[in-house]
């Protein structure tokens, strides 16, 4: 029991006050505000409805271009391929046209030139070497051949 120490206090001041000023608000000054204040709340939020439908009229008309460059872009792509696609076509047929010999270098064109005059030559020789007989180096045999005697001036022209 030493431990427990006890203690009283008393409140000397009352419980419960009474209100001093009798006044009381007019109702209806009151109701006029809060009518005029969500009246204006009112007002806010229609403002704030149709500045959001602006803006995503705004966002809908942007996003509706973008869409569309994207379609024109794709089809000109497209139209870009095609027309490329008939170019090359067109280009290919034209090099198909082309004579062969167009795409040989030009060491190479010389060489086939030299080949040819040498097949000629060899060819011609052949043909003359048959009707005489010949065998060996055709330029040591040949004879000089007198030139055809003049005569008609017909003949001239005709050669």
């Given amino acids: 029991a030493d431990n427990f120490s006890v203690t009283r206090y008393h409140i000397s001041e009352p419980y419960v006050d009474r209100e001093i ?28 409805r149709r500045e959001q439908l602006e803006k995503a009229h705004l966002r809908g008309s942007h996003a509706l271009k973008k869409v569309h460059l994207a379609q024109d872009r794709e089809r000109l792509l497209k139209e870009l391929e095609q027309m490329q696609n008939m170019d090359r076509m067109r280009r290919r ?25 040498r097949e000629l030559e060899f060819a011609f020789e052949d043909m003359y070497s048959k009707d005489r007989k010949m ?3 055709l330029i040591l045999q040949f004879e000089p051949q007198p030139l055809p005697a003049p005569s008609d001036r017909s003949q001239d022209n005709d050669l």
Avoid: S
């Avoid at 006029?32 to 204040?37: F, S």
């Fill in 135 to 137: 065998k060996g180096d």
């Fill in 21 to 48: 000023d009798g006044e009381q608000p007019d109702a209806r000054l009151a109701a006029e505000e809060e009518g005029k204040r969500l009246e204006e709340l009112h007002r806010e939020a229609d403002r704030e």
């Fill in 93 to 117: 047929q034209i090099v198909a046209q082309m004579p062969p010999q167009l795409f040989v270098p030009a060491y190479k064109r010389m060489e086939i030139k030299e080949e040819w005059q």
